[in-house]
């Protein structure tokens, strides 16, 4: 007699066993109550067809034969084995493509799409990274339109702090027209909801809005103690 054995049910269910249909069925064959901590020992009725992995069910009336030819199939014919469907391990349609921003990048997608008025930077800007007053690094801004802030491999700009989110905030430059029609490409910040936020010069920025950067204006991200002062490239002595 057959036994499927060690299943756990989050949920208490009655299960129904019959010669008729499929498991469970209306028609009760038998009773058990299933629990969380309760091991599943259903005993199942020796005739009830058990089927393998990638393999036809196998009844008793098909030992053996039956007339007409090995394998029981009409006319003699073996009858063909139920092909299974493998499991899909490859990207789904949500990794592939992003319904409301088709914007994926090495199959991630992103919390933001840049806006139309993203451009380069006209100047060299830059990020001086300190840490309790001490110059640590210095990134350059100046080969992209945005910079994606965050943890996670994809992001331009890598924060390795544990309380920062793998994506936790974009800087983007922008095409503004000023007073008098000139167009100017100016910094901008956008906390993309991080969990313990972007702060500007000591003070939370909201998230999901973009605040215009100012030169040396100093940015924090999560709790990090990291000092993250903005200036370009005409404000460095000698330009470099």
Request: aromatic share 8%.
């Amino acid at each position: 007699m057959g036994e499927i054995r060690g299943c756990h049910m989050s949920y208490v269910v009655a299960v129904d066993l019959t010669l008729k249909c499929s498991f469970p069925s209306k028609v009760l064959y038998s009773h058990y109550i299933l629990t969380r901590t309760t091991r599943l020992s259903l005993p199942l009725p020796t005739t009830y067809p058990v089927s393998e992995w990638g393999k036809p069910a196998h009844t008793d009336d098909q030992e053996g034969g039956s007339e007409g030819g090995e394998g029981g199939g009409e006319g003699g014919k073996p009858k063909a084995p139920q092909l299974v469907a493998k499991p899909n391990f490859g990207l789904t349609g949500a990794l592939a493509t992003d319904s409301q921003t088709g914007n994926v990048y090495k199959g991630v997608v992103l919390k933001w799409t840049e806006p139309d008025d993203a451009r380069k930077p006209e100047k060299g800007w830059r990020l001086y990274v300190f840490k309790e007053g001490v110059l640590k690094d210095t990134l350059h801004l100046h080969r992209q339109s945005a910079y994606l802030v965050g943890r996670h491999d994809v992001a331009d700009l890598k924060i390795e702090h544990p309380s920062c989110s793998k994506q936790h905030a974009v800087l983007q430059f922008r095409r503004r027209e000023e007073e008098g029609g000139a167009a100017v490409v100016k910094p901008y910040l956008m906390d993309l909801e991080s969990v313990n936020k972007t702060r500007l010069n000591g003070e939370e920025i909201p998230p999901a809005r973009y605040v215009e950067l100012r030169p040396q204006d100093m940015i924090q991200f999560g709790l990090s103690s990291r000092e993250y002062v903005l200036m370009h490239e005409d404000m460095v002595s000698g330009g470099s």
